[in-house]
């Protein structure tokens, strides 16, 4: 079944051991913030230093594992489309609009649509790391670690398969941030596969 995730929105569900999770991006150009935990005990969680640590890089794609902060993986990806992620950046939120964009009254943002979708899982603000983020495009300067927020390089159409290692609670959204999405808000499809 294909679920929709409205435009600067978020939602969060369960993935079991051996299931696959397929993130798709509809209309082209739009950001989605994944994270994930162990189910049977959330303060395990993706873990941004340590895959990257693990890999050696920082552009992810097929095969690669998310590892956990206790250097579990959580999740593999097992197909990718695009090729082109973020695991450096945390999720765009109410203080990113307000200090890079200069927003009074900013949005909540993927960090409060997360807090909000996971609260029933026991799962805090605290708890949220650095999200794996589908599609973002962040170009590095290799000389002097300058980084840059282009727009994402998937098409209508383009997705990611991630295959889960444990039983998780997965939270999952349409990403809020104008740059990283090329200006333009859209929805973020997603199916769960037996
Ligand atoms: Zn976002």
Known sequence: MLNEIAPRSGVAFTLDKGQRLRV??????????????????????????RTLDYASRIYLTTGDPLYSNRSNVLLR??????GRHDFLLTPCSADTFRIIYGDANPHRGCFGNLEAALQ???????????????????????????????????????????????????????????????????????????
Request: aromatic share 8%; charged share 25%.
């Open 24 to 49: 798709i991006d509809p209309h082209g150009e739009q950001v989605a913030d994944l994270l994930a935990f162990r189910r049977n005990d959330v303060r395990e969680v993706i873990s941004s230093g």
């Open 77 to 82: 990806i097992i197909e990718d489309t695009v």
């Open 120 to 194: 029933p899982y026991g799962i805090t603000a605290d708890d949220i790391p650095v999200a794996f983020n589908v599609f973002m495009n962040v170009a590095l300067d290799g000389k002097t670690g300058a980084l840059r927020v282009d727009p994402p390089l998937s098409r209508a159409g383009d997705y990611i398969v991630f295959e889960a290692e444990e039983d998780l609670v997965i939270g999952l959204t349409a990403c809020s941030a104008l740059q990283s999405n090329n200006f333009k808000f859209k929805p973020i499809h997603y199916e769960i596969l037996d």
